[in-house]
């Protein structure tokens, strides 16, 4: 051992001290294995330095005849069994991370203060040279008497103890704990944290989440279950009714196909017959909008189909429509027709039929009329790069053939039935005129291509290469040197 070591060798194990203090907090978390490391070699060198002066932590500091040296060799020993408590629990603490990650927080908390407990008794025992027994003693009773006195937040501390060990849900899953739904972003000693949708804070404390009833949305992680459920009349045809239920299903993307989204009846009524439409996401956020465009779509398909959602305020009975007529009611391109106009236009209206996986309007070609969808689901096809792939799907009251109305262009996708469709078609030669005498409907028309335009463009557009940097490291072991 150095000389000056040898000579001082109280100064050098409290600079040690300091070191360690100035070590830690100089690396970044970012290196939590390098701080690991540092530690445990100043830990060493610490103990060498203690134990080559004769400062033993097993025995009674020496130099009873020196007052000050004395003094300070008894807390430099007591400092020894500090020190090697930290440095056993941020040990463990790297380890468990390793294992169970932020979840055994909770348990390693627990374990360091145990370890922490045992050094100083253990530093009491040894060092001072005190009757542990009394002390143990003391102790047990003192600890009775606060853990009566703490009885409530001891339960949460052991509650939380079983939540960290059982794992009914992580950081970051969404749950519902006795109907308190949000995402938990903390799990402490006394309670669990979540933030609800709402964007608020609830706080639960682990006894309480110990004995509630848990739901946890993000297991299994890669879908999320919702359902929307509609009440319709007693008097619509259930097959009907489901019938057109699928449809919107089947015209809502984000709905996963395995697990296969289905359709249920639930209550009957005289007032009315309630049926829930339920599947599943691929994320916790597209819950909401989903639901929303799911809702959407129902009240499309359910109205095609002659079926309208139960409302308590209903109006007198709308008088009966023809097909075309009713579906130029429900299109916003031409809801702004006056109903004359609307009646001349449903007769130049003629409807047509498509199988499943027929296809209505290939890309490339110019259409001469105009497609209105009146029952199913359409498929839209885009091609990238030599690959098909569908850019979205339509539903009742949409049209198709757009731009070669308009401008005489060819269409950019192709358009094929989803499922059983029905179409009504016009033809060019009575829809340009109209047209032209509508600024209103060529205004809207024209919105909705050029929607349709850029967001074709911006699906089938190449991602730009990024170019990679070359630097001197990769041009020498290109050159093999």
């Known amino acids: 051992m150095p000389s000056f070591i040898a000579d001082h060798p109280m100064l050098c194990a409290l600079a040690l001290i300091f070191i360690d203090i100035g070590v830690w907090r100089l690396i970044s978390a970012e290196l939590a294995n390098w701080k690991l490391a540092a530690r445990l070699v100043i830990f060493a060198v610490f103990s060498a330095v203690l134990f080559n002066d004769g400062m033993n932590p097993m025995l009674v500091a020496p130099y009873a005849d020196n007052t000050a040296l004395h003094l300070a060799a008894t807390a430099l020993q007591i400092g020894w069994w500090l020190f090697a408590a930290r440095t ?71 509650s939380g103890i079983v939540l960290n060990t059982t794992k009914p849900y992580q950081l970051g899953d969404w749950i519902s704990i006795d109907g308190t739904e949000g995402r938990v972003t903390d799990i402490d000693w006394r309670a669990t944290r979540l933030q609800t949708s709402q964007g608020s804070m609830a706080v639960i404390p682990n006894s309480l989440a110990a004995k509630a009833k848990i739901i946890n949305f993000s297991r299994p992680a890669d879908m ?69 465009q799911l809702y959407d779509l129902a009240f499309r398909h359910l109205q095609a189909a002659g079926v309208g959602l139960l409302s308590a305020t209903e109006s007198s009975t709308p008088p009966a429509l023809s097909g075309a007529r009713a579906l130029l009611e429900r299109s916003s391109i031409f809801s702004t027709l006056r109903q004359e106009e609307k009646d ?78 029905t179409l009504y078609r016009v033809e060019k030669e009575y829809l340009k005129p109209c047209l032209d005498a509508r600024h209103d409907i060529g205004e809207a028309m024209k919105a909705l291509l050029d929607f349709r335009v850029h967001t074709a463009q911006t699906l089938t557009q190449e991602a730009p290469v990024v170019p990679v940097k070359k630097g001197f490291l990769q041009w020498l072991r290109k050159r093999g040197l």
């Open 224 to 292: 999320f279950g919702l359902s929307v459920c509609l009440q319709v009349s007693p008097h619509a045809r259930p097959q009907t009714v489901i019938e057109a239920l699928e449809r919107a299903m089947q015209g809502c993307r984000p709905l996963l196909a395995k697990p296969a989204p289905n359709v249920a009846f639930k209550t009957s009524s005289s007032g009315g017959v309630e049926y829930e439409i339920s599947g599943f996401v691929p994320a916790m956020l597209l819950k909401r909008e989903v639901r929303n």
């Open 88 to 158: 056993l629990t941020v040990l463990l603490g790297a380890v468990m991370m390793q294992r169970v990650g932020h979840t055994g927080r909770l348990l390693q908390d627990l374990l360091g203060a145990v370890i922490f407990l045992i050094a100083i008794i253990a530093a009491m025992a040894y060092v001072l040279d005190l009757p542990v027994k009394g002390v143990l003693a003391t102790s047990g009773a003192v600890a009775i008497i606060v853990g009566l006195a703490l009885q409530s937040t001891l339960s949460d501390v052991f």
């Open 344 to 421: 001349t236009f449903s007769q130049n209206m003629t409807l047509h039929s498509y199988r499943a996986g027929e296809m209505i309007l290939p890309a490339g070609e110019v259409s001469d009329h105009l497609f209105i969808v009146e029952t199913g689901v359409v498929s839209v096809m885009l091609n990238k790069a030599g690959h098909t792939f569908e850019a979205g799907r339509m539903g009742p009251g949409e049209v198709i053939g757009e731009a070669g109305i308009l401008s005489d262009e060819a269409t950019l996708a192709d358009f094929s039935a989803k499922t059983y469709c």
